[in-house]
């Protein structure tokens, strides 16, 4: 049975009282309406990682996840964390590919092909992030250029490994504008992946593959969403910031 997954990505926000304030919230209503079956990751700025996973403590369902990491491994790279340091703090995930990370910083599909391979070596479950712009949804070409997205990065890796990797689907259109794809049109890209997947690695391997959807999902829509068969969750940006909101997304399954 696939895992189902909701993963919080705070993004750049959250001071650290904030953080302190929103995780122990988090934590605290997990607990108390006993929510199964369902695993929680949250993934907050790298500072806030060591605070928070001494709240979250051994909380079961509840993972502490990073935003990023390294290619490398070690050495002279300013400003850079290694998989290995998040690992060492108590990291279990770590999100990779995010369209912000593509955009902003030009992460190429090779780069990330390493990142996740550091990840792996190092025992984090990488959530890999594909996905596509309005102008590629509009040009019909959307599932070819999330088809290229898993090819490119993750098809070099063996059986064994890819089993370990989470996949977000993220309509980039979708993110922080309001709108949102219809569960219909996540379905249809999720079952695509899912069948891509089947086609390199098969049909057991690609059934048991999470497949979380990345785009603006919140309380209001996410029952919906996670009621499609090929929907195992999400990736929550500005809801996750929000302790009740989270929580209700973490409860439509």
Not at 91 to 104: K, P, T
Not at 166 to 189: C, H, L, N, R
Request: proline share 4%; charged share 25%.
């Amino acid at each position: 049975m696939r895992k189902k997954i909701v993963a919080g990505n705070w993004k750049m926000n959250m001071t650290y009282d904030e953080g302190q304030k929103l995780t122990s919230e988090i934590v605290n209503m997990y607990k108390d309406e006993a929510i199964k079956d369902v695993i929680a990751v949250l993934n907050p700025p790298f500072p806030h990682l060591f605070p928070v996973k001494k709240l979250i403590g051994d909380t079961p369902g509840i993972f502490l996840g990073a935003q990023n990491c390294s290619d490398k491994e070690s050495g002279a790279f300013t400003g850079e964390v290694s998989a290995k340091i998040l690992a060492s703090f108590g990291a279990n995930y770590v999100i990779l590919g995010h369209s912000e990370r593509r955009e902003y910083f030009k992460e190429s599909n090779d780069l990330l092909t390493a990142k996740v391979k550091q990840a792996l070596a190092n025992g984090l479950t990488p959530i890999f992030c594909c996905g596509e712009s309005l102008e590629i949804r509009m040009a019909g070409t959307h599932e070819a250029n999330v088809k290229f997205q898993l090819t490119e990065s993750l098809f070099d890796l063996s059986p064994e490994d890819f089993s370990k990797v989470v996949i977000a689907y993220e309509p980039i259109w979708a993110i922080g504008t309001g709108k949102t794809a219809t569960a219909d049109q996540a379905q249809e890209m999720h079952l695509a992946l899912r069948r891509h997947i089947a086609s390199k690695y098969g049909k057991d391997i690609a059934n048991a593959t999470s497949i979380l959807y990345g785009g603006s999902a919140n309380p209001g829509n996410a029952k919906e969403l996670f009621s499609k068969p090929d929907v195992d969750g999400g990736l929550i940006g500005g809801a996750s910031l929000k302790s009740r909101d989270f929580i209700e997304i973490i409860k439509s399954f």
